[in-house]
């Protein structure tokens, strides 16, 4: 089970933290992403780590979000800074089973999602 928070309204400029709390002891042994739906959009990659701690990020985030995690709280982060409007969505994160980390069908478990909204 995966359940995310940190989500909520923050101005354009700003900075928020989401957090993906995973149950299961062999939470270690997964890559873990995070996507996006904006409303009327198909969901995308956002981010991914995979067990040894290397990061891929969708071009449209580089260099503002970051991802991490921490092991021995089964917890996932997404560190997101510089928010512009066009970053609001539900954000998911999501447990990866085999494939391209960027898609989407390569993950088998999700979370609910938190809402993000950036206002300009």
């Known amino acids: 089970q995966l359940v995310e928070s940190g989500g909520g309204l923050v101005q354009a400029g700003g900075s928020l933290r989401l957090s993906c709390a995973a149950s299961?002891?062999?939470?270690?042994?997964?890559?873990m992403g995070w996507f996006r739906q904006a409303s009327g959009k198909e969901r995308e990659f956002v981010a991914a780590?995979?067990?040894?701690?290397?990061?891929y990020y969708a071009d449209s985030v580089k260099g503002r979000f970051t991802i991490s995690r921490d092991n021995a709280k089964n917890t996932v982060y997404l560190q997101m800074s510089s928010l512009q409007p066009e970053d609001t969505a539900v954000y998911y994160c999501a447990a990866h089973y085999s494939g391209s980390y960027y898609y989407g069908g390569s993950y088998h478990y999700w979370g609910q999602g938190t809402q993000v909204t950036v206002s300009s």
């Open positions: 780590i995979n067990w040894n701690y290397s990061t």
């Open positions: 299961g002891r062999t939470f270690s042994n997964y890559a």
